[in-house]
C-alpha cells in the first residue's frame, strides 16, 4: 500500500477510511457540478477575439494549409501570431468535422474543464498532507475548481481554449511523472515528456512546468533524516524503499536526468521561440522595467485575491496605477504572502497548503513576467495557478474541520459539514452559472463592471460600447463623456465620443474627438488607426495614408502597416505599398494579411508572375488564369473604395442591351 507520491509503506494510514459518500458517488458529484455550473457556456455565440480569430478565420476550412500552424503561426491568425498549434489543430478539425459552430466550440471547452478537474482531483489528493485523508482533500479542492467564478472565462470564451488545453497537458504530464518516480517506469516519463510537449505547443505559459516538477522531488533535495509528513515522506536512509522505485540516493543522476529532460526541452522551445519562429518579445519596450515590474506585482495580487475570495468578473482588466505612496507596499506584500505562508506551512508539516503556495508562485510566473506582458489581469490566464489555491483553501479547511490525530478512523464526512459542503457548493456554483449567463449577452457582465470599478475608464468604456450597439448613445455618450474626463484622458473614450459623434452626423466634432485620442496616448496604435478609418470612410484617403504612415513610423504597428499597404494600393501607388507590406512581413514573418497584400501590390506595380508566386504561396489550388482573376478582382475593389474608378453601372435591361451592343462593336 502506498501513501502520497512515495509509495513508502511504512507510513501507510493505520486505520482505513470509513467515508459514508462512495468515492465514486463523490467523484461523479464533483465531476456533474463541474459540468452544471458552466453548461451557459453552450448559449455563448462568437464574442470578442472569437470572431477574427475563429469565426472569420477561412484557414480552419482548408485542411492542406494547416502545416502553417507549426511553420508560420502568423498566418494562421495574423490578428494572434502566437504559437499554439496544438489549440489551432482542435480549430481545424472541429471546423472540418462538424462546421463553424460556437455551439461545438463550447462544448469542447466545456468538457476540458471538466477533464481539468478531474485530474485535479487525482493531483489534489496526492499532495495532500495527510494520506489517509487525501481523498476528501483532493474532493474539496477539486470541488472549488470546478465551481470556482474565475473559470467561466475559460469556457466561455473559445479563443481561451489555450489556457485549458494547456492546463490539462501539464497537470496530466505532472501525475506522469509522479507515477514514474512512484514505480520507476520508464514509459510513464516518455508520456509525461510527451504531454509537456503537448503542453508547450498548447500555450507558452507551459514553460512553468518544470518548476512545478520540483514539488515531486523537494523532499529529497533535502538532508537526510528531513522530516516530511504526508504527501511526501522520506525513507530514513540512503537506501531503496521496500516498495522499489527511485526513492533512495538523493538527487543522484537519475533523478538529475529526468529533470534536464525537461529543462533541455525548455531551453529548445525558447530558442525556437526566439530566433526561428521570432515571437517573443517585449510588447512594450518604450516603458521603463521598473514600471513592468511594479504592474506585474499588482497583478499577482488581483489574480490572488480572486481565487481566495471566489470573485469573477469575466472581463480582461486593466487595473488603474495605484498613488506613489502604495506602489512599494503594493509591490512586495503579495510575493511576502505566497513566500511567508508557504515556509509557515511548510514548518508546521501542513505541506498541501504550502505545496498549493508554491504551485501558484510557480504557475503564475511566466504571466507576471515583463516580457511576455500583454494585460495586467486576465481571468483564463490564471486557470492552472488557481489549481494551487483550490489546493491550499482545501487543504486550510480539512485542517480547520477535522482535528483527529493522523490515522484515525473518524467518520467523514459528518451530518452537519455534508450539509455545509452541499450548500456552499450550491452558492458558489450557482454564481458561476449566473456569470455564465452573462456571457450570453455580455450587456450585464460589462454593466456590472462598470458598476465594480466606476473609477475604470476601460470598464466605463467597454459598457459604452455595448451600448452605442445596441443604438442607446445617449447613455453610452455619457459614460464615455466620463471616461474621458480621467487625467490623463483615456483615449478609448474619446474614440467612442468620436465614433458616437459620426453617427449622429456631425464629422467636425468628430474629428475634433480623434486628434484628441490621439494627443491623450502617443504611443497607442488603436486611436490613429481608428482616425484613418474615419479618414477613409470621408473619401479622405491622402490624409489617411499619411496619418498610418506616421503611426507606423512613430509605433512600428504591424496593423498600421497593413492598412498603410492597403491605402496605398485604394491610391493606385502599389510600390509604395509593397514597401510597407514588406516592412510588416520583416516585423512578423508570415503574417498573413501581410503576405496577401504585398502579393496583390507586386501584381499591380507590374510584375504579374511574383505576384502570382506569392499569392499560390498563400492559397494552393488556383491556376495562374484563376489567381489573375482574383488578384485584379481585388485591385479593382480596393481602386473603387477611393473614388479613383468610376463605379460600373447599375445592371437593367436597357443598359445592359445598350453595353452589350457597344462592346461587341468594339471587339
Request: aromatic share 10%.
Amino acid at each position: 500500500m502506498t501513501a502520497g507520491l512515495s509509495g513508502d509503506p511504512q507510513h501507510a494510514p493505520r486505520a482505513p477510511l470509513r467515508c459514508r459518500l462512495p468515492r465514486r458517488a463523490a467523484t461523479f458529484f464533483v465531476l456533474a457540478c463541474a459540468l452544471a455550473s458552466h453548461l451557459p457556456a453552450l448559449g455563448v455565440g462568437f464574442v470578442s477575439d472569437d470572431v477574427l480569430a475563429v469565426e472569420n478565420n477561412p484557414i480552419f476550412a482548408r485542411p492542406a494549409d494547416w502545416t502553417v500552424f507549426l511553420t508560420a503561426p502568423g498566418r494562421a491568425v495574423p490578428a494572434f501570431p502566437h504559437f499554439r498549434p496544438a489549440v489551432l489543430l482542435s480549430y481545424g478539425l472541429e471546423t472540418v468535422i462538424w462546421g463553424r459552430s460556437a455551439v461545438v466550440y463550447h462544448v469542447t471547452n466545456v468538457l476540458l474543464h471538466v477533464l481539468a478537474v478531474a485530474l485535479v482531483l487525482k493531483l489534489a489528493g496526492t499532495l495532500s498532507p495527510w494520506p489517509h485523508r487525501g481523498g476528501r482533500a483532493g474532493m474539496a479542492a477539486a470541488l472549488l475548481f470546478a465551481i470556482h467564478p474565475m473559470t467561466v472565462e475559460a469556457t466561455s470564451f473559445i479563443w481561451a481554449r489555450s489556457s485549458l488545453l494547456f492546463s490539462v497537458f501539464a497537470v496530466a504530464a505532472v501525475l506522469l511523472f509522479a507515477r514514474y518516480r512512484r514505480a520507476d517506469r520508464p514509459g510513464s516519463l516518455v508520456l509525461s515528456l510527451s504531454c509537456y510537449v503537448l503542453s508547450l505547443l498548447s500555450k507558452e505559459q507551459a514553460v512553468a512546468l518544470p518548476a512545478l516538477l520540483l514539488l515531486v522531488d523537494a523532499p529529497y533535495w533535502l538532508p537526510p533524516g528531513s522530516y516530511l509528513p504526508g504527501w511526501q515522506r522520506r525513507p530514513p536512509t540512503l537506501s531503496p524503499p521496500a516498495g522499489g522505485g527511485r526513492y533512495g540516493g538523493g538527487p543522484g543522476l537519475p533523478r538529475l536526468a529526468a529533470h534536464a529532460a525537461f529543462v533541455a526541452i525548455t531551453v529548445l522551445y525558447l530558442w525556437l521561440r526566439r530566433y526561428v519562429l521570432g515571437s517573443i518579445g517585449n510588447p512594450h519596450p518604450e516603458r521603463p522595467f521598473a514600471a513592468d515590474i511594479k504592474v506585474q506585482m499588482i497583478s499577482l495580487a488581483e489574480y490572488l485575491r480572486r481565487w481566495s475570495m471566489g470573485l469573477g468578473l469575466g472581463l480582461g482588466e486593466h487595473r488603474p496605477p495605484p498613488p506613489p505612496l502604495l506602489d512599494a507596499v503594493a509591490a512586495a506584500l503579495p510575493a511576502l504572502v505566497v513566500l511567508a505562508g508557504a515556509a509557515f506551512w511548510w514548518y508546521r508539516r501542513r505541506d498541501a497548503v504550502s505545496a498549493g503556495a508554491l504551485w501558484f508562485s510557480a504557475a503564475i510566473f511566466p504571466v507576471c513576467l515583463p516580457v511576455g506582458f500583454q494585460a495586467p489581469v486576465k481571468e483564463h490566464y490564471s486557470y492552472l495557478a488557481g489549481i494551487g489555491v483550490c489546493v491550499t483553501l482545501a487543504s486550510l479547511a480539512m485542517h480547520l474541520v477535522s482535528r483527529a490525530p493522523r490515522g484515525t478512523s473518524a467518520a467523514f464526512p459528518r451530518p452537519l459539514l455534508q450539509v455545509a459542503v452541499l450548500a456552499a457548493a450550491v452558492a458558489l456554483g450557482g454564481e458561476t452559472y449566473r456569470r455564465g449567463q452573462m456571457w450570453v449577452s455580455q450587456l450585464p457582465l460589462a454593466a456590472e463592471a462598470a458598476a465594480r470599478y466606476p473609477n475604470n475608464p476601460l470598464h466605463l468604456s467597454s459598457y459604452a460600447f455595448r451600448l452605442v450597439d445596441l443604438g442607446r448613445l445617449a447613455e453610452a455618450a455619457a459614460l464615455l463623456e466620463r471616461a474621458a474626463r480621467f487625467d490623463p484622458p483615456f483615449p478609448g473614450a474619446l474614440v467612442g465620443l468620436a465614433a458616437i459623434a459620426e453617427r449622429t452626423g456631425d464629422p467636425l466634432q468628430a474629428e475634433q474627438y480623434y486628434r484628441r485620442a490621439i494627443a491623450a496616448d502617443t504611443k497607442d496604435p488603436f486611436a490613429p488607426q481608428s482616425y484613418a478609418g474615419f479618414l477613409k470612410r470621408m473619401r479622405r484617403f491622402e490624409d489617411a495614408a499619411v496619418v498610418l504612415a506616421d503611426t507606423a513610423g512613430r509605433i512600428g504597428a504591424a496593423n498600421a502597416r497593413i492598412e498603410l499597404g492597403r491605402t496605398l494600393l485604394a491610391l493606385g501607388r502599389p510600390r509604395e505599398a509593397m514597401a510597407a507590406f514588406s516592412r510588416c512581413l520583416a516585423a512578423i514573418p508570415g503574417h498573413a494579411a501581410a503576405a496577401e497584400g504585398l502579393a496583390i501590390a507586386t501584381w499591380a506595380a507590374g510584375d504579374r508572375r511574383e505576384g502570382r508566386r506569392l499569392y499560390h504561396g498563400l492559397v494552393s489550388g488556383l491556376s495562374d488564369a484563376q489567381a489573375d482573376l482574383v488578384l485584379g478582382r481585388v485591385y479593382r475593389d480596393f481602386r473603387l473604395s477611393s473614388g479613383a474608378l468610376a463605379a460600373p453601372p447599375a445592371p437593367g435591361p436597357a443598359a445592359g442591351g445598350a453595353g452589350g451592343s457597344a462592346n461587341a462593336n468594339t471587339r
